[in-house]
């Protein structure tokens, strides 16, 4: 299933290393680079059953507004370390799926949307 491959610890691992290796700001829970080890440590098996059951709820994103140069503003969102570490899992383990020709054009990865209509299940 593609939950699993996405929660593995390898595929975990992977992308705790490039999230974490990007020391970015925090997000709104205010844990950055070096908080966010405590957090994983003390909120993963939490996190993973949410996964499992599809009741993962990401947090709100950060806004940030950044100058640009000839005068404008970009709004920029930031999210919390969590939601990137399992961003970046699932995006690796489908870009894994792309490479190994798993996913072919006009494929679809099955996405169910829970019941209360709040998140998305994928497998």
Same mark, same amino acid.
Not at 30 to 57: D, H, I, N, R, S
Not at 113 to 120: I, N, R
């Given at each position: 299933?593609?939950? =699993? =491959?996405?929660?593995s610890k390898s595929n975990m691992q992977t992308a705790y290393r490039q999230v974490t290796g990007n020391n970015g700001a925090a997000g709104v829970d #205010?844990?950055?680079?070096?908080?966010?080890? #405590? *957090?994983?440590?003390? =909120?993963? =098996?939490?996190?993973?059953?949410?996964?499992?059951?599809?009741?993962?709820?990401?947090?709100?994103?950060? $806004?940030?507004?950044?100058?640009?140069?000839? #005068?404008?503003? $970009?709004?920029?969102?930031?999210?919390?370390?969590?939601? $990137?570490?399992? *961003? *970046?899992?699932?995006? +690796?383990?489908?870009?894994?799926?792309?490479?190994?020709?798993?996913?072919?054009? #006009? +494929?679809?990865?099955?996405?169910?949307?829970?019941? +209360?209509? +709040?998140?998305?299940?994928?497998?």
């Amino acid at each position: 299933m593609l939950l =699993e =491959e996405i929660i593995s610890k390898s595929n975990m691992q992977t992308a705790y290393r490039q999230v974490t290796g990007n020391n970015g700001a925090a997000g709104v829970d #205010g844990v950055g680079a070096t908080g966010f080890p #405590g *957090q994983l440590k003390a =909120e993963w =098996e939490t996190v993973k059953a949410a996964l499992e059951t599809g009741t993962y709820q990401p947090q709100a994103v950060k $806004r940030v507004i950044i100058p640009k140069p000839n #005068g404008g503003e $970009r709004k920029l969102g930031i999210p919390t370390y969590m939601d $990137r570490l399992i *961003q *970046q899992a699932i995006g +690796d383990q489908l870009a894994k799926m792309l490479l190994a020709g798993e996913v072919h054009d #006009g +494929d679809a990865v099955p996405v169910n949307v829970s019941p +209360d209509g +709040d998140s998305l299940v994928l497998g």
